[in-house]
């Protein structure tokens, strides 16, 4: 016969969710304006290879063979992989374009201290 938890600490979790996901998105902005990023699959891929990737972020309806086959890559490159909240739509928008995106590769981080904050996580 547990209790459940309080309404305000649950409001107060979803609200934390909120907020690192537009800390995410202010630092991915920061990502493309000062640093370098590759947006797509294949030069997500050609990255990966080349061993010049720091960080891949993966939207959430990314197909799951394509994330499968960048997540093997990811561990033999020793890079991380991070699946984004929102959907490819959102990942576009959040880079500032007008398409669709379902990966990009962070090359160079520029300014931007993204790939501690998600390397910690």
């Known amino acids: ?9 649950m409001v107060k979790a979803t609200k934390a969710k ?27 891929l050609k990255t990966l290879r080349q061993g010049k990737c720091r960080l891949v972020m993966l939207s959430n309806n990314c197909p799951a063979l394509r994330k499968s086959e960048i997540e093997y890559y990811a561990m033999l490159a020793k ?14 928008t959040a880079c500032g374009k007008m398409f669709r995106c379902s990966a990009l590769s962070i090359t160079d981080p520029g300014d931007s201290d993204i790939v501690e904050i998600i390397a910690s996580d």
Do not use: D, F, W
Not at 27 to 44: D, H, N
Not at 80 to 90: E, K, L, W
């Open 1 to 9: 016969a547990a209790e459940p938890p309080p309404r305000a600490a």
């Open 79 to 92: 890079c991380h992989v991070h699946v984004y909240s929102g959907n490819n739509v959102t990942l576009g």
């Open 18 to 44: 909120k907020g690192s996901v537009e800390n995410i998105n202010a630092k991915l902005a920061l990502v493309i304006k000062s640093g370098k990023v590759q947006m797509g699959y294949k030069s997500t």
